[in-house]
């Protein structure tokens, strides 16, 4: 590990309101913070509503929202500790004290939360995870995670650049019933209404790159609710060809590219 990495994760430890615990930790013996239903009473004293930004990456979405809006307390969650040191950092500067960072597996929520303890989840930018839906972070095998530890009738937002995984979470709330309070596949040329207005609001780490290289960014918002019953749906999807594999970006990219001029 790079000794700048190892100073983030230092730092990390040190942070008020940053809580870690992966899967392997657990594995290896550590304790899990004891903070399922102690969000409110231990980590922000007060009894404001818990909104969950899952993948934050460097956090700095978490920290927008936080900074716009007090009266909800804010936990971005991600397991890459040295990306969400970046928000960690920013809101320790700023003293914001309704944010909070958990590095851990989106998988182990509930573990951390107490049922109905989250009101609200936003999905920004996640890998569409093409080849496996368990992993799709708008899957049913996460809805039963989400329905755990989330109030009935919670708002879900998704913000994506990928037509795959837009196209699948359509097929999935259409598949279970959701309702879906906004859907859109070209947010910044939808006119506004509430929902819009605050999802145009703020742009990601990612939604930034993204939009720079020309992509349509989609957004849609669903009301949670508690099934035992969850379905897949059952359709062939269209694969994204501009994403990038790691190493393999500049290629693809640069074929995508070339696909759109002709
Ligand atoms: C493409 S990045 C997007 C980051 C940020 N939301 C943004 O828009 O700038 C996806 C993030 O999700 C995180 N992630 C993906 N699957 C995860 C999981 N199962 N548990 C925790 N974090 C996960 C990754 O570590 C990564 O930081």
């Known amino acids: 590990m790079s000794k700048n990495k190892q100073k983030k994760f230092q730092e990390m430890k040190e942070f008020a309101r940053v809580y870690q615990c992966s899967f392997r930790d657990m594995q290896t013996g550590a304790q899990i913070p004891k903070l399922a239903g102690r969000w409110n009473v231990d ?43 970046a928000g960690a950092k920013q809101a320790e500067i700023e003293q914001l004290t309704n944010v909070a960072f958990l590095r851990t597996q989106i998988e182990m929520l509930p573990h951390f939360f107490a049922p109905g303890e989250v009101d609200e989840i936003w ?37 994506t650049d990928s037509p795959f995984l837009y196209t699948y979470t359509r097929a999935m709330l259409q598949e279970n019933n959701y309702p879906v309070l906004a859907d859109t596949d070209h947010l910044y040329a939808t006119p506004d209404s ?56 500049q290629s693809k990219s640069a074929e995508h590219k070339a696909e759109k001029l002709t």
């Open 43 to 85: 980590v922000f004293a007060n009894d404001h509503p818990i909104v969950l930004e899952l993948g934050c990456g460097h956090g700095d979405y978490t920290v927008g929202l936080a900074r716009r809006d007090t009266s909800h307390n804010f936990i971005g969650i991600d397991i890459k500790g040295a990306r969400m040191w």
């Open 123 to 159: 999905i920004t930018f996640p890998d569409p995870q093409m080849k496996k839906a368990t992993k799709r972070l708008t899957s049913t095998f996460f809805m039963q995670r989400y329905q755990t530890v989330m109030r009935q009738g919670g708002l879900i937002h998704l913000k």
């Open 194 to 249: 509430p929902l819009l207005t605050q999802a145009k609001a703020l742009q990601t780490h990612y939604e930034k790159q993204w939009i720079e290289r020309g992509m349509t960014i989609k957004y849609l918002c669903w009301q949670l609710q508690h099934k035992d019953d969850l379905h897949e749906p059952d359709i062939e999807i269209e694969k994204d060809t501009y994403r990038s594999y790691g190493r393999d970006y």
